[in-house]
């Protein structure tokens, strides 16, 4: 996400106070005769009219909190579609940085007004944009409708393992350490947020177990493929390749979110089978490639948990 510091804002001077940091979404639905509505909130506080969001939660990732704001703030519940910009602007207690996704309604109950919200409204695109009170509101809506949809696909190097020198069993059984069960956790939420329905692994158990709480909340199967494990993906690039090109057709035909858990000797094959930058990631951290209609990459987020 590329980041917007709005002109009558004042930039920040080069202080080092850390940003308050929040979250946000530009929440979209098609209406049979009204055509696309956006979602928006009244504030009695500020008597204002706004996009929602809200900040972070200790611990808690971007994604995650952009979210359980909307469904806090309106009712809603979404999964989060490509990245939008980041808002930075002072507030009385300092600088806000806002990071903003689209959303993809996947329920809608009614919220009863309190002191925080006391207005949700659906309306359609010039109505909203005529009642919005924030140039940058403005601006978000417009950029979210210029997007094309797309389905997340994401690439996640499997959560921290036990040392290879305090494991004398087969190297495939390796679990996951007390850090990267805590890295497995803190996962739950992040994939949620883009409502992952499919799960892909190597067959070893430290990629595996990165998945297992999350398959287990929700309840899901791991599908496990030797191609994508260390010592078979690591040097087999066509192999890797023609696995993941397999798993983008079946996402882009089903329209599912899928994420998919490796070894860091098979990212690089993976990365160059969906024509992504080369990168590196550290245990637990993970790449969202936002795949359009053609399964081209239209945007690429990375984020990991903090543990």
Not at 70 to 82: C, D, F, N, S, W
Not at 99 to 110: E, N, T
Not at 243 to 258: D, F, M, N
Request: glycine fraction near 8%.
């Amino acid at each position: 996400m590329s980041t917007l510091t709005l002109p009558e804002a004042t930039k920040d001077r080069g202080s080092k106070t850390k940003p308050i940091l929040a979250a946000g979404a530009v929440v979209t639905r098609d209406h049979p005769s009204r055509g696309i509505e956006v979602l928006i909130i009244h504030r009695s506080r500020y008597n204002d009219w706004t996009l929602p969001k809200g900040k972070l939660e200790a611990g808690e990732s971007s994604p995650a909190c952009a979210v359980r704001e909307v469904r806090e703030e309106t009712g809603a519940t979404i999964r989060l579609g490509g990245p939008l910009d980041t808002i930075r602007y002072d507030t009385s207690k300092g600088v806000k940085q806002v990071d903003y996704w689209g959303g993809i309604v996947l329920d809608a109950a009614p919220r009863p007004p309190d002191d925080e919200v006391d207005g949700v409204s659906w309306l359609p695109v010039r109505s909203a944009l005529e009642r919005l009170s924030y140039a940058q509101d403005h601006f978000l809506v417009r950029q979210h409708l210029e997007q094309p949809p797309t389905t997340p696909f994401l690439i996640l190097r499997h959560a921290k393992a036990m040392d290879r020198k305090d494991w004398s069993k087969k190297d495939s059984t390796r679990p996951i350490n007390a850090r990267g069960r805590k890295q497995a956790r803190l996962l739950v939420p992040m994939l949620g947020a883009y409502r992952v329905s499919q799960l892909v692994s190597s067959t070893a158990a430290r990629c595996a177990g990165t998945f297992e709480p999350y398959a287990q909340a929700h309840g899901l199967t791991i599908a496990k493929f030797g191609q994508l494990t260390e010592e078979v993906g690591g040097d087999d690039p066509r192999a890797v390749a023609k696995l993941v090109v397999k798993l983008r057709t079946a996402v882009l035909a089903s329209g599912e979110p899928t994420a998919i858990s490796v070894h860091r000797p098979v990212l690089p094959h993976i990365l160059d089978a969906m024509d992504i930058p080369q990168t590196t990631l550290v245990t637990g951290e993970f790449l969202v490639a936002h795949l359009a209609e053609a399964g081209e990459v239209h945007a690429l987020e990375r984020h990991r948990p903090q543990a």
